[in-house]
């Protein structure tokens, strides 16, 4: 067995003891999408914080809104949400962001203290079930970590699926912010 394969096998077995539910959400695949669909529509989506307020994308419309989908076992999800925290001092108001858990409901109590034990200063929210299995407004997005970003009027402008560092992320910020003025 590989380690890969032992490590997975771990995880599931550590999840079925602690009652986590559900088996871990895929791992990023070794090459990104960096390309959202060519049609990409407005995207509309409701989640509910782990302060219990809901966040859509009604709400942070008129800024651009970076989304990175994680979850609280995989290693890769918590560099890139400190990657996203970085950005976040430097563009927030002029951006949203929020941290897209995808794990089931059971694992809100993991997540409050996922996000408390990062010391995230932006939204996170658990995601629906439909999100989770890649069939909510990001389509295909079930990976872990994915970064998706939205122009003003939640158009996906910009996705990549895989750890990405900040310079990366910054440059699309700037790309699309700039076309946009």
């Not at 059971?106 to 995601?127: C, F, K, R, T």
Request: overall charge negative; aromatic content about 6%; some cysteine.
């Amino acid at each position: 067995m590989s380690v890969q394969g032992w490590w997975l096998g771990s995880i599931c077995a550590l999840s079925s003891v602690l009652g986590c539910g559900e088996p871990p959400a895929p791992v990023a695949p070794t090459d990104p999408i960096v390309e959202p669909p060519s049609d990409a529509p407005v995207r509309s989506f409701a989640y509910q914080r782990i302060d219990g307020a809901m966040v859509t994308a009604k709400s942070y419309r008129g800024r651009m809104t970076l989304i990175v989908m994680v979850t609280t076992y995989d290693t890769a999800s918590q560099a890139q949400a400190q990657f996203v925290e970085a950005l976040v001092h430097r563009y927030v108001p002029r951006m949203n962001a929020l941290l897209l858990v995808l794990e089931p409901p059971q694992n809100a109590p993991l997540v409050e203290a996922y996000a408390g034990g990062l010391g995230l200063s932006y939204d996170v929210a658990m995601a629906d079930a439909d999100t989770v299995a890649g069939n909510g407004p990001f389509p295909g997005l079930h990976h872990v970590p994915s970064v998706v970003l939205l122009d003003r009027e939640s158009r996906e402008v910009w996705r990549h699926v895989g750890i990405v560092e900040t310079a990366p992320l910054e440059a699309a910020i700037r790309e699309h912010d700039e076309r946009a003025r």
